[in-house]
């Protein structure tokens, strides 16, 4: 199957390469900040860890409102051109926290003294706002810079554009998730070695090439214009549904009932979620629908098929959606592997070990190959076989991360078991700060896990949102992954805190102790597995509920088969 054989000679690349340098910046600061909060601003280990959940929360909660901005208003370039500038503005902001001393609190060791400074109000306020704006800026880029993309490749009259799209999210995904590995080596090592100002420092410039690139190569973007609000569009949908919720609906389905607009092949709504399709009830034509039938006298009591038809869309892949919320609960517990990785032997010569913050690589590894071997190998390979093109359905592939992100998480478990005995053996019960004999390269197979998790999960949610939602809520189905990974970070926050609470009750050592071996971590890798496995059961549910796929559904229908 030749994914490429429909793709236009001459496509403006720009956009993506913009992105990948984003990504870049991005990995570059996340992998190793918690280790800046703790050794600069002397935060223990759960209050580091709650405020990067929370960042990463208002990170991911923002593309929603950018997603808003540039359906209805701004249009997708000036979205991310405006995104570009605060996140270039947002880490110039961070480099003055390492560049300026006093921004920071004197300097100590918070593994082996217990008297650091706290930090004040105000260096605690300038650290949060470089975040907050950095978070500003990723609402601009996030939901608009692959839909960017998408927007320069696909076109509606051809009939192989679904698999040019396909191919593109997952090599989007993987050459972004390239950039990370790259900055999972170089910048983590620049960092550890060079310090935080040099740190920070290269992710800026970086930023800096990425806004330069993405107006550089601007004249060549095919730019669509935003057409309307999307939200607006739904509040409307569910006040008119109110408003006529005690009018009874057609006892037949004749069209004059409806309203649609002129021109519109959706002439009857759908039978599902049937009582919303009492806010396109028509009552009276006459008084309620304008004389050339184009708008409605009041949008807020009678709204088109369309509008309808788009809400009902949306409410649909909820559920599904939000079985995503726990995979990235389990993909995004950072902090914790590289606590672990610092307290083990990580070295692999005698005079070079890696990073702690690096090890993350090898879940972008593990992504990147998986995608490289599914649509070079494994899809080509399956479709010569069949005869006909071949490939995973997105919702299996969701329930595929589902399940790893499970496996994930019983593998931290026992990993982690198996070293804080070592560690106890060897005597670091109360020197943590020291490195046992236990190998880091334990740690590999769980990373490994949760990148995999992440391929299927992750690339499987966006390719389903934008194949099952209306094509004028494109941004809207980026900005949906985004917020599924918002509401994980607010969530695995509150399981954190509840966790520390509970467990560090009458004194006791909390299962998230800054001391890594007087915690158990274990534990709270154990908790996180239940969780996952109650998030698989979930899943099977809401896939069954949801039925066959549209696209799926489309290629059953061709083939003469039923079922998914």
């Not at 223990?44 to 950018?66: K, V």
């Not at 569009?233 to 004059?256: E, G, I, N």
Request: glycine content about 8%; hydrophobic content about 45%.
């Amino acid at each position: 199957m030749n994914t490429h054989q429909d793709v236009p000679a001459k496509r403006p690349k720009g956009g993506l390469q913009m992105r990948h340098l984003r990504r870049w910046q991005a990995g570059g600061l996340v992998p190793n900040m918690i280790m800046y909060l703790m050794l600069e601003y002397h935060l223990g280990l759960a209050e580091g860890t709650n405020i990067l959940f929370y960042w990463l929360a208002a990170t991911h909660f923002m593309p929603l409102f950018g997603a808003f901005l540039a359906d209805s208003y701004l249009g997708r370039f000036l979205t991310i051109a405006l995104g570009s500038i605060a996140s270039l503005l947002g880490m110039l902001l961070l480099c003055l926290t390492a560049i300026i001393p006093e921004a920071r609190p004197p300097p100590c060791n918070p593994f082996t003294t217990h008297s650091c400074r706290s930090p004040t109000t105000a260096q605690m306020t300038l650290l949060i706002s470089s975040f907050a704006i950095m978070s500003i800026g990723a609402g601009g880029t996030r939901p608009c810079s692959l839909v960017l993309g998408a927007d320069q490749l696909e076109k509606r009259d051809n009939p192989q554009s679904q698999s040019v799209l396909r191919s593109f999210f997952g090599w989007y995904y993987a050459s972004a998730a390239l950039s990370i590995l790259i900055a999972y080596t170089g910048i983590v090592y620049i960092q550890d070695h060079l310090g935080w100002k040099v740190g920070f420092g290269v992710p800026t410039i970086l930023m800096f090439l990425s806004a330069f690139f993405f107006f550089l190569a601007s004249p060549l973007y095919v730019m669509k214009k935003p057409s309307k609000s999307i939200f607006t569009s739904f509040l409307q949908v569910l006040v008119a549904a109110y408003r006529k919720r005690k009018f009874p609906l057609p006892h037949t389905d004749l069209s004059y009932k409806w309203y649609y607009q002129k021109g519109s092949k959706l002439v009857l709504p759908t039978n599902k979620l049937w009582f919303l399709n009492r806010a396109c009830i028509i009552r009276n034509t006459g008084k309620e629908i304008a004389p050339n039938a184009s708008a409605a006298s009041d949008p807020w009591n009678f709204c088109t098929i369309e509008q309808v038809e788009e809400l009902k869309a949306l409410i649909k892949v909820l559920p599904l959606w939000s079985t995503g919320i726990m995979v990235s609960i389990s993909t995004t517990q950072s902090s914790f592997p590289l606590r672990q990785a610092k307290s083990m032997n990580r070295h692999i010569t005698s005079s070079f070990k890696i990073p702690p913050a690096s090890f993350g690589l090898f879940s972008i590894v593990a992504l990147i190959v998986w995608v490289a071997l599914y649509y070079r190998l494994i899809i080509p390979l399956a479709s010569k076989i069949k005869g006909k093109p071949m490939w995973l359905g997105a919702k299996q592939r969701m329930g595929i991360g589902v399940f790893l992100s499970c496996l994930a998480m019983v593998v931290s478990a026992n990993v982690e078991k198996i070293r804080r005995g070592r560690a106890i053996q060897e005597g670091f019960m109360n020197n943590a700060n020291e490195d046992s004999e236990m190998s880091a390269l334990w740690l590999v197979p769980q990373y490994c896990l949760i990148g995999l998790a992440e391929a299927f999960n992750a690339i499987g949610q966006i390719e389903f949102y934008y194949a099952e939602l209306p094509k004028g809520m494109s941004s809207i189905a980026m900005a949906l992954f985004q917020l599924g990974m918002g509401f994980a970070s607010l969530i695995a926050s509150a399981i954190l805190s509840t966790v520390n609470k509970i467990t560090s009750s009458g004194g006791k050592d909390s299962w998230v102790s800054k001391n890594i071996d007087k915690g158990h971590y274990d534990n709270y890798y154990w908790l996180l597995a239940v969780l996952s496995f109650l998030n698989l059961l979930y899943f099977f549910v809401c896939s069954w509920i949801y039925g066959p796929a549209a696209v799926e559904l489309v290629s059953e229908i061709k083939d003469g088969q039923i079922g998914e």
